[in-house]
Nanobody, 122 residues
Framework: QVQLVESGGGLVQSGDSLRLSCAAS????????MAWFRQAPGKERECVAA????????YYADSVKGRFTISRDNAKNAVYLQINSLKPEDTAVYYCAARSGMIVVTGEYEYWGQGTQVTVSS
């Protein structure tokens, strides 16, 4: 029922910044907690950030805390991930995900986007 489309990835250099965007379809965007996951080759999928339905509550993985900021605009059916001070270790496919109700940091999300590739060169 919800379609998610990520954008904003690309090839960047260490120290650069990116803003990833996730556009959601549907009328009930404000009923979903949203999250960003990433997965690098040979690595487990990792929840890096999540945001509550209202946008008030947020979660960040320790590995990205201080560099990543998640936000949402319910009027635009969009969620964003601002990434600063990019490192090669941030290279991964980044996925937008949605679930009814509250934030979780495991992969228990109902809807997923196709992912957007972020590649950070040194």
């Amino acid at each position: 029922q919800v379609q998610l489309v990520e954008s904003g990835g690309g090839l960047v250099q260490s120290g650069d910044s990116l803003r990833l965007s996730c556009a959601a379809s549907g009328q009930f965007f404000n009923a979903y907690a949203m999250a960003w996951f990433r997965q690098a080759p040979g690595k487990e999928r990792e929840c890096v950030a999540a945001i509550s339905r209202s946008g008030i509550g947020t979660y960040y993985a320790d590995s990205v805390k201080g560099r990543f900021t998640i936000s949402r605009d319910n009027a635009k059916n969009a969620v964003y991930l601002q990434i600063n001070s990019l490192k090669p270790e941030d290279t991964a496919v980044y996925y937008c995900a949605a679930r009814s109700g509250m934030i979780v940091v495991t992969g228990e999300y109902e809807y997923w986007g196709q992912g957007t590739q972020v590649t950070v060169s040194s």
